[in-house]
């Protein structure tokens, strides 16, 4: 099962921008389907953005147009470029990874927008 670590979470003020990081460990990376999910408190796990193997893109409609998902198969990683940062935007974020059979879950990394 692929271990992923996510980096990049922080405190940030409304307008900001914060760049997340998901390194994972797999000699295999570009096979991945890739995600990055949200979670606030008292609200359940939403899906923000993917990017598949063939770098197909999806963003859910809170984050388009600020939100940028990437990888680069030579390291391994995944991003987010989140700008104009909003309160709405504090959660904790989670780094997702599926090759068929299997998934994987980050940690999470915290990201706070201050008003």
């Known amino acids: 099962q692929v271990q992923l670590v996510e980096s990049g979470g922080g405190l940030v003020q409304t307008g900001g921008s914060l760049r997340l990081s998901c390194a994972a460990s797999t000699t295999d990376f570009r096979l991945y389907y890739m995600a990055w999910y949200r979670q606030a408190p008292g609200n359940q796990r939403e899906l923000i953005a993917y990017i598949t193997s063939a770098g197909s893109i999806y963003y859910a409609d809170s984050v388009k147009g600020r939100f940028t998902i990437s990888r680069d198969n030579a390291k391994n990683t995944v991003y987010l470029q989140m700008n104009s940062l909003t309160p709405e935007d504090t959660a904790v974020y989670y780094c997702?990874?599926?090759?068929?059979?299997?998934?994987?879950w980050g940690q999470g990394t915290q990201v706070t927008v201050s008003s």
């Open positions: 997702y990874a599926r090759k068929y059979p299997s998934s994987s």
